[in-house]
């Protein structure tokens, strides 16, 4: 059997005055952020608030402090390459942003606060005791005046070891695995993971929030080296506290990118599933979130949950109501992402509510396929952007090889992405270029790029934020992704 093989170009970012680069860190070096409020490139100051312990409160400045100065890139094991330098995070550094605590936005946990908290011999206990403490602190801060653009969360090392699962290696503090076999109420779990619900609670106070484990205090190597560490943080801060680091250049304008995926939500009676929204991305930059319907999912009706043809037909008609509130008028494109395959009903429902776009695209992105390829003659695995295949499916490779950094920065072997096009108005190459693309999205990294599109590593980790709130609870659901983040 015969198949194509290619190599797809590297895609350009967008950074400040419109100035292209195919690396973020290159380009904010060079260029400065992009910004989103009218190319408005002037250097900015974002507010913190705190809520943490007295102790991890100073090593928070001290972090802070440090993060005014430069650090040396670190050698890529076996190349002559070195990564980019972090310049420091000030007015004055190619970064263009600083960052200010407020003192009226410090929610100190005391001593005494904590030492109560984390008496009681069992462990759930005391992550909801801890837990009760952010509560509150978080209701203080939001009587206070004004509001910070961040609230920074530094975990202090006890709370760790007092409240993670040692089931996990990572220091995680899960108050209960979910899963979809038990029928449990939603009062007798009153939270799963720790770090998911803290941003709930942010979100029911209209705060953005980002949490700073120990490791990341001390700059610890077994994580990243102190450069990427800097590099990710600021990349992260800058988009959720004033605008967009960089953006994407080479995609269609008049395109709506959508992620599909499904989330377990609780309800007081049982266990249902919901849309797990659509992750929407607009190259204006625009990066939204859409909750869909309830629907009831049995495992009996399958590992992977599906929309009927309504729910699946009401999501999209949602989308492109707001790209059409947004932009003016119709996309010409929507391209549909899902990590599982397109059942009829969400065909029919999904082509019902595109009925007038001129192109529509229904991808099924596959992650894990066991597969592995290596050049022969060479040491490094395939380049990055190598695709091959016949037809509707394709396997291409986001990871691998990075031609302009000289060397392949991954510590496992790469494994392509499966594309299989269950309708496809647009050419192959052009599906496979935009999915290329949107693996250099993800702002919570500075990173070349990731393995997955955007579209759908977003959609998934907002999904498993709202899945920390109760169907019922009447909190206001906000559609910026930087509050998820």
């Known amino acids: 059997m015969k198949f194509n093989c290619q190599i797809i170009k590297e895609s350009n970012l967008f950074f400040g005055n419109n100035q292209t680069s195919i690396d973020p860190k290159v380009g904010l070096m060079n260029f400065g952020p992009y910004s989103i409020i009218g190319q408005d490139t002037s250097p900015k100051t974002i507010t913190v608030g705190v809520i943490s312990t007295n102790e991890y409160f100073e090593n928070l400045k001290n972090w802070l402090e440090r993060l005014k100065y430069r650090f040396e890139g670190r050698n890529i094991p076996d190349s002559d390459v070195r990564s980019i330098d972090f310049p420091g995070l000030t007015q004055e550094s190619p970064l263009k942003f600083e960052l200010t605590i407020l003192d009226s936005a410090v929610e100190i946990i005391s001593k005494q606060e904590l030492s109560s908290a984390l008496q009681p011999d069992n462990r759930k206990e005391r992550i909801l005791r801890v837990f009760k403490i952010y509560k509150q602190k978080f209701s203080d801060m939001a009587g206070n005046h004004p509001k910070p653009d961040i609230v920074?969360?530094?975990?202090?090392?006890?709370?760790?070891?007092?409240?993670?699962?040692?089931?996990?290696?990572?220091?995680?503090?899960?108050?209960?695995?979910?899963?979809?076999?038990?029928?449990?109420?939603?009062?007798?779990?009153?939270?799963?993971?720790?770090?998911?619900?803290?941003?709930?609670?942010?979100?029911?106070?209209?705060?953005?929030?980002?949490?700073?484990?120990?490791?990341?205090?001390?700059?610890?190597?077994?994580?990243?080296?102190?450069?990427?560490?800097?590099?990710?943080?600021?990349?992260?801060?800058?988009?959720?506290?004033?605008?967009?680091?960089?953006?994407?250049?080479?995609?269609?304008?008049?395109?709506?990118?959508?992620?599909?995926?499904?989330?377990?939500?609780?309800?007081?009676?049982?266990?249902?599933?919901?849309?797990?929204?659509?992750?929407?991305?607009?190259?204006?930059?625009?990066?939204?979130?859409?909750?869909?319907?309830?629907?009831?999912?049995?495992?009996?009706?399958?590992r992977s949950p599906h929309l009927s043809e309504d729910d699946a037909s009401k999501i999209i008609s949602d989308i492109i109501a707001l790209y059409k509130r947004?932009?003016?008028?119709?996309?010409?494109?929507?391209?549909?992402?899902?990590?599982?395959?397109?059942?009829?009903?969400?065909?029919?429902?999904?082509?019902?509510?595109?009925?007038?776009?001129?192109?529509?695209?229904?991808?099924?992105?596959?992650?894990?396929?066991?597969?592995?390829?290596?050049?022969?003659?060479?040491?490094?695995?395939?380049?990055?952007?190598?695709?091959?295949?016949?037809?509707?499916?394709?396997?291409?490779?986001?990871?691998?090889?990075?031609?302009?950094?000289?060397?392949?920065?991954?510590?496992?072997?790469?494994?392509?992405?499966?594309?299989?096009?269950?309708?496809?108005?647009?050419?192959?190459?052009?599906?496979?270029?935009?999915?290329?693309?949107?693996?250099?999205?993800?702002?919570?990294?500075?990173?070349?790029?990731?393995?997955?599109?955007?579209?759908?590593?977003?959609?998934?980790?907002v999904g498993d934020i709202l899945s920390e709130i109760s169907e019922d609870d009447g909190t206001e659901i906000p559609s910026g992704y930087r509050y998820y983040m």
Not at 445 to 460: G, I, K, M
């Open 326 to 461: 947004q932009k003016g008028k119709l996309p010409r494109r929507v391209v549909i992402h899902k990590s599982s395959h397109f059942t009829e009903s969400e065909k029919s429902g999904f082509n019902k509510a595109t009925k007038g776009i001129e192109l529509v695209d229904y991808i099924h992105i596959q992650l894990h396929l066991d597969i592995r390829s290596f050049e022969d003659g060479y040491s490094y695995p395939p380049i990055r952007g190598t695709l091959f295949g016949r037809d509707n499916f394709w396997l291409l490779y986001t990871t691998g090889y990075i031609q302009s950094l000289g060397t392949y920065p991954g510590a496992t072997i790469p494994e392509p992405l499966g594309i299989e096009i269950e309708r496809g108005d647009s050419h192959y190459l052009t599906i496979c270029k935009d999915i290329l693309a949107l693996t250099k999205l993800d702002w919570n990294t500075a990173d070349f790029c990731r393995r997955e599109p955007v579209t759908l590593s977003v959609s998934r980790k």
């Open 152 to 302: 920074l969360l530094p975990i202090d090392e006890e709370i760790i070891d007092n409240c993670k699962d040692r089931a996990f290696k990572q220091d995680k503090i899960v108050y209960e695995k979910r899963t979809f076999k038990e029928s449990k109420k939603y009062d007798e779990v009153p939270l799963y993971d720790f770090h998911n619900a803290l941003k709930v609670l942010g979100i029911k106070h209209g705060m953005i929030t980002q949490l700073i484990r120990p490791s990341t205090l001390k700059f610890s190597e077994d994580v990243q080296d102190e450069a990427t560490i800097a590099w990710n943080f600021a990349a992260a801060i800058y988009y959720k506290g004033t605008g967009i680091p960089w953006k994407l250049a080479d995609v269609d304008d008049q395109t709506c990118y959508v992620g599909l995926s499904f989330y377990q939500e609780i309800s007081k009676e049982s266990r249902s599933m919901r849309t797990s929204m659509a992750h929407v991305y607009m190259k204006t930059g625009e990066s939204q979130i859409i909750r869909g319907n309830s629907f009831r999912w049995d495992t009996d009706q399958g």
